[in-house]
């Protein structure tokens, strides 16, 4: 009812404007702002703070099917870089396997979804990319990653001819913004989405030789 | 070695049939299985529960609702679902079908909207209003969709829309534009339609109410957008919320000439 009374108030602002000044263009990003607060409530893990935009998520909003200005776009792939850790120990690579279930799974971060934990949490892989040979049912919202690592020259993950790739990929899933400001994937990394160890066994699905998405 | 590099050839060439045999007999079975669906949609016994709530008197003042006004003058049905959503001077608001009907439900017939808006889907009045929504967006079928953009509040409610479709946000920082944004994409085996422009007859916005053969559910525009939020990672919308109206109008509007096929069958 709140909500109804602001779209019914913000279309008197809007008729009262339009006659004081022939029609002047409204306050769009003022309304839109009270719109979405007035619309939304808590559910579960899912919190109306959600709504909060950060400056790169208000910049590529604002540009829709577009992209923000090249300053704006550099600013938010340097903050984006900055924000990467590197794996503690140093190892980037964990088990495929485990890298292939956390693909298949889409689950995470819903409001019926029990906790926000990055172990409840999926990789949602597939609803976007290939993935692997086998499995048919991917998406196509992101590019393939069949032959992920293969395509790219790697054979020994562990070389340092293969660490460029790696820190890249590293980066990639850590803070997608790094490279693309207004990338469409989640920032698995920075947002805590999915802790270091699942990160790792990502890695291994994209880049260990013998995992499907290279060797099949 | 030519036999070996024959031999080596014919096992190549029959993985790659193998592997296009795999990919035909999986999509070849997915259209069967649509096809099979589409003998016989089960939303027609939502529409015949909806005309049948529609002509019963019902509620505190028991009333039907014979004289709900849908945009059209009162008792108007045919044609009034695809000018939906649009401005009502008696409210003063901009209305998608599922919003008028809680106005009609309390004004003929005394019913607490605010209680309907709080009550889940499928349960109460919000299963009725799936009967109603499935009989009343039939008697559209095979028009095309053609809302109002004269009043100043079916323009800002449009601008909005748009707006809030490319509003990024959320641990996953998804937009509605981030599925439905561009042309041919799927997620998993599942096609996205492009809700930034028409998508064509029966597509998208031109496709709800639908009846959904996995959960046996009947869903309005209001429960597919709540998905839609749920799977966005957004907090929940409230129901007939405005952003769930101005979205309806952004669709709606981009699907201008598009032929209405709801109740759809879907998956």
């Not at chain 2, 009947?218 to 952003?243: A, E, H, I, K």
């Amino acid at each position: 009812m709140k909500a109804q009374r602001t779209l019914a108030m913000a279309t008197v602002a809007a008729i009262t404007a339009g006659c004081a000044s022939m029609a002047p263009t409204p306050d769009y990003t003022a309304l839109l702002q009270q719109m979405m607060n007035g619309s939304f409530r808590d559910e579960g893990i899912a919190k109306t703070e959600r709504l909060k935009q950060d400056a790169a998520n208000a910049a590529c909003s604002e540009a829709q099917t577009g992209t923000p200005p090249d300053a704006v776009a550099d600013t938010i792939r340097q903050d984006a870089l900055q924000s990467v850790r590197m794996p503690k120990d140093g190892k980037f690579l964990g088990d495929w396997r485990e890298g292939e279930k956390l693909a298949q799974n889409g689950r995470g971060m819903t409001w019926t979804d029990k906790t926000a934990e990055p172990r409840d949490n999926g990789g949602n892989c597939l609803n976007c990319h290939q993935v692997t040979k086998e499995e048919i049912a991917y998406g196509t919202i992101g590019p393939s990653l069949y032959h992920y690592g293969k395509d790219r020259g790697v054979t020994d993950p562990q070389s340092e001819l293969s660490r460029p790739i790696v820190e890249y990929t590293w980066t990639k899933i850590f803070n997608s913004r790094a490279y693309n400001a207004c990338s469409g994937m989640p920032r698995f990394g920075h947002l805590g989405l999915m802790d270091e160890t699942q990160m790792k066994h990502l890695m291994a699905l994209l880049l260990d030789p013998q995992s499907p998405v290279n060797s099949h | 070695m030519r036999k070996l590099c024959t031999l080596i050839a014919m096992a190549v060439a029959a993985l790659a049939t193998a592997a296009v045999a795999q990919q035909k007999s999986a999509s070849d079975a997915i259209a069967e299985y649509r096809a099979m669906l589409a003998d016989g949609n089960p939303a027609e016994l939502f529409e015949a529960k909806g005309e049948d709530l529609w002509k019963q008197k019902r509620g505190p003042k028991k009333a039907s609702l014979e004289q709900c006004n849908l945009g059209k003058g009162a008792g108007v049905v045919k044609g009034a679902f695809v000018e939906l959503p649009r401005w009502f001077a008696d409210t003063g608001r901009v209305q998608d079908l599922e919003s008028r009907l809680l106005t009609c439900m309390e004004t003929l017939q005394g019913f607490d909207s605010k209680a309907i808006i709080q009550t889940p889907f499928g349960k109460g009045e919000q299963a009725n209003i799936e009967g109603l929504v499935a009989w009343i967006s039939a008697q559209s079928r095979g028009l095309r969709f053609n809302l109002s953009q004269t009043h100043v509040a079916e323009t800002t409610a449009f601008e909005l829309g748009k707006r809030a479709f490319f509003y990024r946000a959320g641990p996953y920082d998804f937009s509605c534009a981030s599925c439905h944004g561009q042309e041919g994409k799927r997620i998993r085996l599942q096609d996205l339609p492009d809700l930034t422009k028409n998508p064509g007859d029966g597509v998208g916005f031109a496709a709800w109410p639908a009846y959904r053969v996995s959960s046996g559910e009947l869903w309005g525009m209001q429960r597919r957008l709540n998905d839609c939020f749920r799977q966005q990672r957004f907090p929940y919308p409230g129901y007939t919320s405005d952003v769930t109206i101005a979205l309806g109008v952004y669709m709606g509007v981009n699907a201008r000439g598009a032929e209405s096929i709801a109740p759809a069958l879907k998956r």
